[in-house]
Structure formats: structure tokens, C-alpha cells
């Protein structure tokens, strides 16, 4: 009984892995949907407040939303998720969804040289090959014009929200973070929706708003990108990663990208080339490198580290 228990709570978490990977994955082209109608400002707003809203709920429903090391997380915020979501829908609405998520998942990459860079960390022949893998994928994606309204600011500010997000991890482990994860992330996202309000506001005054004119379908989408791609994806996460060992966790999460693509050619019937798919392969190829030795136990993970994948970005 002991041991059916515990293999169905592994198939469970192992689901749930999944299911946070496709969350994330989908939310990208939720996110390339509302674009096409609703500004970078507009959505950037619904994303950060939507997500407060519901975290700060949560958590605030248990008590623990105060916290002495508030100021911290308020600082992580200010990278994640405020400057990759802003760097992120700005890059989306110039050039496709495809080509968003496979650039996005070089976050790993760009985390690796940043530990390098800035944290004067060793890089392993793990992380290197990742590193090499990671930039010869976006490479080849980059350099390959498709129909999709794809430009080359776009992939720019895409990529330079996966180095946001790539410093955000470096960060992360050099701040003391003992709260639980959900308190983390509830404040950053708080912090964001405050420290993105002057860009939003700008962009109000000199381009206005199309959230008063968009369809309901496009309001769906924009919350959805909020409800799946951060607090869903966010718990199943926090549910699972304890129990899946580090390895096959990283794995499964290098999932994201293909649901990304898969979301944009099914949902937003754009074309996927094989370029773009040999260049996505190379980027997961990099990361499956960075999974340690099967031996390896579950991974227990630090609040900032957990909240680092409470995101829709792969």
C-alpha cells in the first residue's frame, strides 16, 4: 500500500511538472493573441496586477504575506517579473510566438553567463555546453525571416528578456530568502505591478488604452495569461518540484518551449519552419546537459528560487 501510494504520488508530481511546462508554454501565445489587439502597456498591467491580485489573495488567506525581508523580494521584482514581462509582451508584439518561446528558454543560458559575468562562477562543461547550444539555437532562429511579422527588434527585446530573467536567478541565490515560495512571489508581483505603473501610464498618455474597446475573447486572453501562466503554473510547480529529482525536473520543464510552439501553430496557426525547429532542438539539446546525475535527490528548492518559475515565460 506504502509503495502504490508513493508511485502515485510520483506520477502525480511528474504531471504536474508537465502541466506547469504547458501552462507556461501556452501562455505565450495567449500573450502574441492579445497583442494583436491590446498594446504592450495594456497587457503588461493585467498580467502584474492580475497576478498580484490572485498571489497576494492566496497568501493573504494564510496570513503570511508580511514579512521582514519584504524589501529583498521587492528587488527581485524589479527583474522578475517586471522587467521580463515588459521586455517580453514588447518584444512579442514585433515578431511571433514561435520564435518568442524557443528564444525565451535561453533563460537557462543567459543565467549560466551571468553566474559567470557577474557571481564569478566557474562555468562546468555542463553549463558551457548548454551556453554554446543555447546561443547557436537563437542563432539559427534569428537569422531565418519567416512570414509571421517576425522582426529582429523583436527577437531583441525577446532575448533580452531571457537575460532578465537570466540575472533574476543569479540574484535570487545571493538573497537571503526563508519564506515560503508563495510569499515570495505574491510580493514581487505586488512590487511589479507598482514599479511597471510609470511606463504604463506613459504609454496611456501619448498612445491611450484599447483595453476599453477590446472583445471579450482578447479580455480572455489577457487574464489568462495572468491565471495560467503565473498563479497555476506557479502552484503546480510548488507542488511537484519536491518530489521529482532535480534532473528529470529540469527535463520536463525544458518541455515550455514546445508547448509554446505548439500553442502558436495550433492557436495562431503560424508556421514553424524546420529552422526554427533544429534551432529549438540545439537550445534543449544545451539544456538537458545542465541536468545533474540521476543520483541526484528531489530538489528542495529556496523560495526565490521556486518563484523564479512562477512565471508564463519559459
Known sequence: MTTSTHSDGGMRAHAALVGSAACFGSATAL??????TLSAADLLLIEVAGSAALL??????????LTPRWRSYVLLGALEPAATYLLANLG????????GALLLSLETAFGVAAAALVARERISVRAGLALIGGLSG???IGAESTGDRATLTGDVLVLASAAAAGGYGVLARRLPTRDEPLTVTAIQYLAA?????PFVAASWLTSGTRLLSAPPPVWAAAVATAVIGSAVAFVLFNYAIAQVPAGRAALLLGLTPLFGVAAAAAGLRETITARQLLGGLIILAGLTALAPPRRCRPSHMSGSAVSAKSRRRP
Open 138 to 140: 537563437a542563432a539559427l
Open 56 to 65: 497576494g489573495a492566496m497568501v493573504q488567506w494564510r496570513g503570511r504575506l
Open 31 to 36: 500573450s502574441k493573441y492579445a497583442l494583436a
Open 92 to 99: 512579442l508584439a514585433r515578431t511571433s510566438a514561435g520564435r
Open 193 to 197: 505591478t507598482f514599479l511597471v505603473f
